[in-house]
């Protein structure tokens, strides 16, 4: 939410009282935001688990992110058809108790990986994957609008670029951490698991997998979900009623900016999820690295997006001067940088030598010059991050090696504030709509389920990944589009 937007007209709700104090709530939100993050980045290491475990086609293997992003569709369309029928669910219970519902949802869904994995059934764990997925989706609608809310609406962007920075961090750890369990820590505990030839399930260095690698982590994550129910049900968050009548129907697709701001949506989550999705086993296809070093690349992508969001939290902020506004976000971006190196160096500095990280400062520099062309504006900021991603999609087709695994890896920091910032503009001045606008655009995260089987199913026919970065590359033009056009305010 850029500008020109108040509580009476920015949400769907607006506080009781004067001067309430937002930081518990703030506190709880980065909590979960983080916990989210971590989930959906552990699907990227799934992934290249799966496909060895089941012996799954290019495409077949990321029914991982269809099973997951398909729930956001439909945990989403059951969601706008109540509101259509009833009334918007989350108004009617309040934000603290959809987020509550949508933790115990999220913990019911990791603890069927248990299951799953005892049955050795692909089936059963997409199944699981769904309802975790069922489980964003309900926080995803009470926690987007929620953030935006907490403060002024002039720095709604900014607040939700700093959630989204620590669900970035979530992402980025995932792959170092998560994959270091799956593949090593609890993959070497109990009977190594049997793939489709008949022969145990191997590591690309030779190690054996056992269903306790995923079965462990994830009864771990269940029980995290379960704890952040309980601190959110103890903590005292801020209590928010409409101000309007919420009425039925479909009005909230009268507003043009909505309409567009889902297809850019569905276009940036499946961009984003498709190159996140495939980039540990395209590294292994180009480079020949095996997946311990491979899911540090993968780091890196995450760890971007979580860079680019914490600078965009200050970037599109309130603070005026602008000398120490660009030297913060130098700053934070150094940081940044040696927090994501220093994580990935505690499991082996030999493989991943800090030389080898040297392109990545390039882009960030490259980042930070984005943002200051962006000059603090949403819209503008969103142009020019899609327009660089375009031709960092170009530069990977046309290039080979490390030089077209490194501007890949880029794409994780123009993505950084897409999401906030079309969630923002899409819902501006929609006023009692707001949150069914919001169920709306979660519904439109569809595209992490699409999209990526697109590009999977394109990889398939032309033997290789390479080539198919071209189906991300689509989406990314028409969130230039949104960014110049598509974003303005009008009623069809």
Not at 119 to 131: D, E, K, R, W
Not at 346 to 356: D, H, Y
Not at 408 to 430: E, K, P, Q
Request: aromatic share 16%.
């Amino acid at each position: 939410m850029s500008a020109s937007t108040t509580h009476s007209t920015a949400g769907p709700v607006h506080p009781q009282g004067d001067k309430p104090n937002y930081v518990p709530a703030l506190i709880s939100l980065t909590a979960l935001f983080f916990m989210w993050g971590f989930i959906t980045s552990m699907n990227d290491i799934l992934i290249p688990f799966f496909k060895k475990m089941f012996d799954l086609s290019r495409a077949d293997s990321t029914l991982v992110q269809f099973a997951f992003f398909i729930a956001y569709f439909f945990g989403s369309l059951i969601y706008f058809a109540i509101s259509k029928i009833w009334q918007d669910p989350i108004n009617k219970i309040g934000y603290k108790n959809g987020l509550i519902l949508g933790l115990f949802i999220s913990a019911l869904g990791c603890g069927l990986f248990y299951p799953a994995a005892a049955a050795h059934s692909y089936f059963y764990f997409l199944t699981a994957l769904f309802v975790v997925g069922i489980g964003f989706t309900v926080l995803q609608i009470a926690a987007n609008p929620y953030v935006a809310i907490l403060g002024s609406p002039e720095t709604a962007s900014s607040r939700l670029n700093l959630s989204q920075a620590f669900n970035s961090l979530g992402t980025t750890l995932a792959p170092i951490l998560g994959g270091y369990l799956v593949f090593h820590y609890f993959a070497i505990m109990g009977e190594p698991l049997i793939g489709t030839a008949g022969e145990p399930v191997l590591t690309d260095s030779g190690n054996p997998i056992s269903a306790n690698g995923v079965q462990l982590p994830y009864l771990i994550f269940a029980g995290i979900f379960l704890f952040l129910a309980l601190v959110i049900a103890l903590t005292k968050l801020p209590k928010f009623t409409s101000d309007e009548e919420q009425e039925k129907g479909l009005g909230a697709l009268r507003y043009r900016h909505l309409v567009f701001g889902m297809i850019a949506i569905f276009m940036y989550v499946g961009g984003e999820v498709a190159i996140g999705s495939v980039i540990i086993n395209y590294i292994m296809e180009l480079v020949g690295y095996p997946e311990m070093i491979a899911k540090s690349y993968l780091a890196f992508y995450w760890g971007g997006a979580m860079i680019g969001r914490f600078l965009g939290a200050i970037s599109l902020g309130s603070m005026k001067n602008s000398t120490y506004k660009t030297l913060l976000m130098i700053g934070v971006a150094i940081v940044s940088y040696l927090f994501i190196y220093g994580a990935i160096s505690l499991e082996s500095e030999e493989a991943f030598p800090i030389a080898a990280t040297y392109p990545f400062i390039l882009f960030l520099v490259l980042n930070l010059i984005g943002f200051r062309i962006g000059r603090s504006l949403p819209a503008r900021t969103l142009l020019i991050f899609a327009l660089i991603n375009i031709v960092l999609l170009f530069v990977t087709m046309l290039t080979n090696g490390l030089t077209a695994v490194w501007t890949v890896i880029a794409i994780g920091l123009f993505n950084s504030i897409m999401w906030s910032n079309i969630f923002t503009l899409a819902i501006r001045d929609l006023g009692k709509y707001t949150s069914q606008g919001s169920s709306l655009l979660v519904m439109a995260i569809l595209g992490g389920a699409i999209i990526p089987y697109a590009q999977g199913f394109v990889a398939d026919i032309l033997g290789g990944y390479h080539y198919s970065f071209f189906v991300p590359m689509i989406c990314y033009l028409y969130l230039a589009y949104y960014g110049w056009k598509g974003y303005q305010v009008k009623k069809i």
